[in-house]
């Protein structure tokens, strides 16, 4: 499926209870750009991620995939853009726990999303190292493991726009490295690619890194290394620090 446009514009988003929330978020992601966000614990990556995908309702701005303003969206039409538009990668991963990991890999198509080929959903789980997992289920697998059906599921409906919140927060060096290529190659076809990551090393494979603080955009940087973006998470966890 083709990437499309993801743009937040002046995007605010605040939890009742008193919570931080983010203020005033503005993103450009075109198709085919993989961009991470970085910054301290509690900076408001995963309430960015998940004001980006339709997760969390904005208080103020807009919300854009394509055509589709999410933030103006009834909760029916907000469930069918993230089925057939969104793979989404979470902490937690969501898996299913009664499925195998081929029926978790094909969950989107078996809840009436667009149609995932048993050769594809395989192949995904080729892609992140899960050759031969096809009928195992999920309580018989590692941390590791489950984070990487999580992956092949958000990645197999090659849907037009990934969000990842932290990824390879469970995986080994070879684990990560098998997730961040197939992020490149979703990228590459086209998808646009969103990723929360506290990793430098993980940051410096996207194409630019947004650093939040205090819920804000603090600085946005492309083409660095894993220790210039090391330098710069420091910084803004020190000018976080400062407030
Ligand atoms: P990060 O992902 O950068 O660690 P979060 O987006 O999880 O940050 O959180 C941003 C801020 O919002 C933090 O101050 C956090 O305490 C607060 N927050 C997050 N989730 C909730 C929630 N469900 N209820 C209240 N406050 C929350």
Not at 2 to 22: D, K, P, Q, T
Not at 44 to 53: H, I, Q, Y
């Amino acid at each position: 499926m083709a990437g499309e446009f993801l743009s937040l514009e002046g995007v605010s988003y605040h939890y009742g209870s008193g919570g931080a929330g983010i203020t005033d978020v503005s993103l450009q992601c075109p198709p085919g750009s993989w961009t991470a966000i970085m910054g301290p614990s509690g900076a408001g990556k995963s309430t960015l991620l998940n004001c980006a995908s339709g997760l969390l309702p904005v208080d103020q701005g807009l919300v854009h995939i394509g055509q589709h303003d999410l933030a103006r969206m009834g909760e029916a039409d907000l469930t069918r853009v993230r089925r057939d538009l969104i793979g989404f990668v979470f902490q937690d991963y969501n898996l299913v726990e009664a499925f195998t990991c081929l029926q978790n890999v094909m969950l989107s198509f078996l809840f009436g999303g667009p149609r995932i080929e048993v050769d594809d959903a395989v192949r995904a789980l080729q892609a992140v190292g899960l050759d031969g997992f096809a009928d195992v289920y999920p309580s018989d697998m590692s941390g590791g493991q489950r984070q990487r059906v999580a992956v092949a599921r958000a990645l197999a409906s090659r849907p037009s726009v990934v969000f990842a919140d932290e990824p390879t927060g469970a995986l080994d060096t070879a684990g990560s490295q098998l997730v961040l290529d197939a992020f490149g190659q979703v990228a590459a076809r086209g998808s646009t690619v969103l990723m929360v990551t506290h990793d430098p090393d993980v940051a410096a494979r996207a194409g630019s890194t947004v650093f939040l603080v205090d819920g804000r955009i603090h600085s946005v940087w492309s083409g660095c290394t894993a220790e210039q973006l090391a330098m710069h998470l420091a910084e803004t966890t020190l000018s976080g620090a400062d407030r």
